[in-house]
């Protein structure tokens, strides 16, 4: 495609977790820390598929060039322009956050990607991405993507209040976390509110958003609500704690995946990590953000996350450092197990 850069041969879809992110505006350190976390954890290769306006491409290839090999051997990217294949791209753009409509045309776009994880930049991993890709295999034969509801409790959740324009279920989804098999997207016939027929994906995105324009808030996430709506059957709901924002502890504590298991995927709407009103989420953005790649990661990840919450318990978010820590400590130990394991493997054929 013009303008697309690639950065190692073709990857195998067979051995690759592939990962999309949308970047645009002043997205680039936050989407840098984002891929860092996913590196940081993941046993599997992974395949990243970077969406950015043209200025930030140079800026992109010179961060991912700096980070040690050690690293860079476990993924591989490719550096994409912003394009709308359907309707008017200026409309697109528009559209909620710049750029944030990219995710609907990515089954238009990787048309030889099989199945991909889609997520914001202000997403943190903090267990490996092999744990929510092996949920592509629990889809039963009419499921094509997955994503977390918007809010746990239909009288505090934003759809189930404000919409204005049909949603999935009680409390409608979240599309900042979202799974997706590409090609039963492709090869699907959507029922819809337009026509009495299927339309395909890439048929249905434009007059939909021309049907409901003057009704939606949240840009591209209202329309997968509309979508999932007329369509049901094809999604797949996962639990809170593979997406979890300040909404799920900032009216009390209700995400009770969390409670029992820790945070899987951090996402850190509403620009927390960047302002002081739950200082627990920037409190796990600047320790990944700060870590030394090549360092011990108790020493100079966890520890220092652990005393950075002493500072946050009087907060609603802080009074429960376990639903934040109990995940990331059994990531650190698992990954620790393996490196030593691999260590002791090489030194022990010679």
């Known amino acids: 495609k013009p303008g697309e850069q690639k950065h190692s041969k073709e990857p195998s879809s067979l051995q690759c977790m592939h990962l999309a992110v949308v970047a645009c505006g002043d997205r680039l350190e936050e989407t840098l820390i984002m891929l860092k976390s996913a590196v940081l954890f993941s046993s599997r290769r992974l395949c990243f598929h970077i969406f950015a306006e043209d200025s930030l491409k140079p800026e992109f290839e010179k961060k991912l060039q700096e980070w040690p090999s050690s690293y860079t051997k476990k993924f591989e990217y490719n550096i994409y322009p912003i394009t709308f294949s359907v309707g008017n791209a200026q409309e697109w753009k528009k559209l909620f956050k710049p750029c944030a409509a990219q995710r609907l045309f990515l089954p238009v776009i990787l048309k030889d990607v099989d199945s991909l994880l889609y997520v914001d930049t202000d997403v943190l991993f ?15 034969s009419t499921q094509l993507a997955a994503m977390a509801p918007e809010h746990e409790i239909p009288k505090i959740g934003w759809y189930s209040r404000f919409a204005r324009h049909p949603y999935y279920g009680t409390t409608g989804v979240n599309s900042g976390v979202m799974l997706m098999n590409l090609t039963r997207i492709r090869n699907t016939q959507f029922k819809n509110s337009m026509i009495p027929s299927g339309l395909t994906w890439e048929e249905m995105l434009y007059p939909l958003y021309q049907k409901y324009k003057n009704y939606i808030t949240w840009g591209d996430q209202d329309l997968l609500n509309i979508i999932f709506y007329f369509n049901p059957e094809c999604l797949y709901v996962f639990p809170c704690q593979w997406n979890y924002r300040p909404d799920h502890c900032m009216y009390g504590s209700n995400c009770k995946g969390a409670e029992e298991e820790g945070v899987s995927i ?30 011990n990661l108790f020493q100079s990840l966890y520890y220092p996350l652990q005393s950075k919450f002493l500072d946050t318990v009087h907060t609603l ?13 059994k990531t650190m130990k698992k990954v620790y197990e393996n490196r030593v394991i691999v260590y002791l493997g090489a030194n022990h054929r010679y």
């Open 126 to 140: 903090l267990r490996p991405i092999d744990d929510i890709w092996h949920i592509l295999k629990e889809f039963n």
């Open 317 to 329: 978010c802080g009074r429960i450092p376990q639903v934040f820590l109990k995940q990331i400590e």
């Open 266 to 295: 951090l996402h850190g709407n509403r620009g927390v990590y960047h302002d002081d009103k739950q200082p627990t989420f920037k409190a796990l953005y600047e320790v990944i953000r700060d870590f030394p790649f090549e360092d």
